[in-house]
Nanobody, 119 residues
Framework: QVQLVESGGGLVQAGGSLRLSCAASGGTFSRYAMGWFRQAPGKERESVARISWRRYSTEYADSVKGRFTISRDNAKNTVYLLMNSLKPEDTALYYC????????????WGQGTQITVSS
């Protein structure tokens, strides 16, 4: 069983930056692909970013490309999401998730951390 705990959310003005952290426990973090997702009120959950476990390959949603950076520290069992140039439309509940089989199905999810970007 893998547990994921996000932190780093909060209120920020448009144009500002935040870094989210997701601490993992209970599994072999270094062997998991990890992803960040978000869900805004009234909208479906969307994938924001993904990082592989082997080559640290990254993928981003078009809406955040060039502004967000996903990274991981396997020694700390933690994945990060650095968010720059935040926009009001980035306001959402952000989740991290673990893809333990590498098949792009995320078996484990955190509880989420709220990001609110004011204009």
């Amino acid at each position: 069983q893998v547990q994921l705990v996000e932190s780093g959310g909060g209120l920020v003005q448009a144009g500002g930056s935040l870094r989210l952290s997701c601490a993992a426990s209970g599994g072999t973090f270094s062997r998991y692909a990890m992803g960040w997702f978000r869900q805004a009120p009234g909208k479906e959950r969307e994938s924001v970013a993904r990082i592989s476990w082997r080559r640290y390959s990254t993928e981003y949603a078009d809406s955040v490309k060039g502004r967000f950076t996903i990274s991981r520290d396997n020694a700390k069992n933690t994945v990060y999401l650095l968010m720059n140039s935040l926009k009001p439309e980035d306001t959402a509940l952000y989740y991290c998730a673990a893809d333990v089989r590498g098949n792009r199905y995320y078996e484990y999810w955190g509880q989420g951390t709220q990001i609110t970007v004011s204009s």
